[in-house]
């Protein structure tokens, strides 16, 4: 799996991107959301991982801009004040495929996020087959 982790905190993007390696999963990376929207156009990921509080420009504003080109890609928001964001993150949910990390987390915990999010992925396409899209369940 190609994933863009995108992370101010240059030991936080370096960490989560060699765990994610070890894991056998392609990364780039960036230090900022403007950073990380300009390496999602080259690199087209399947996943992103971002952090929500960056300077230049927000993971969340961030994801809004990709989802205008990519409107199913999942992403993993991660944040040490995940709790500020919480209910901002909880209706991002019900839109689109997401999970939360709560800073700092251990390997495991970023692979069992990993884990979460292929699991609501693989329940968002079957209610999409069945249904029709998956924002229409939702609003």
Same mark, same amino acid.
């Given at each position: 799996?190609?994933?863009? /982790? @995108? ?16 894991? %056998? =999963?392609?990364?780039? &990376?960036?230090?900022? %959301?403007?950073? &990380?929207?300009?390496?999602?156009? /080259?690199?087209?990921?399947?996943? /992103? *991982?971002?952090?929500?509080? +960056?300077?230049?420009? #927000? %993971?969340?504003?961030? +994801?809004?801009? *990709? ?8 992403? *993993?928001?991660? #944040?040490? !004040? *995940? ?5 901002? $993150? ?5 839109? =689109?495929?997401? @999970? +939360?990390?709560?800073?700092?987390? !251990?390997?495991?915990?970023? $692979?069992?996020?990993?884990?979460? $999010? @292929? &699991?609501?992925? #693989? ?11 998956? =924002?229409?369940?939702?609003?």
């Amino acid at each position: 799996m190609k994933i863009l /982790v @995108v992370d101010d905190d240059q030991a936080v993007l370096r960490i989560t991107c060699r765990i994610l390696q070890a894991a %056998g =999963h392609d990364t780039a &990376g960036a230090e900022n %959301g403007l950073f &990380g929207y300009f390496n999602f156009l /080259v690199t087209r990921p399947d996943l /992103v *991982i971002t952090d929500i509080e +960056m300077p230049l420009q #927000s %993971g969340l504003t961030m +994801m809004k801009q *990709i989802r205008k080109v990519a409107p199913r890609i999942p992403a *993993i928001y991660m #944040s040490a !004040s *995940i709790a500020a964001y919480r209910r901002r $993150l909880e209706a991002e949910r019900r839109r =689109h495929v997401t @999970v +939360m990390l709560e800073k700092p987390f !251990s390997a495991p915990e970023l $692979l069992q996020a990993m884990s979460e $999010l @292929v &699991g609501a992925r #693989s329940r968002a396409d079957l209610a999409s087959r069945r249904f029709g899209p998956a =924002h229409r369940l939702f609003t």
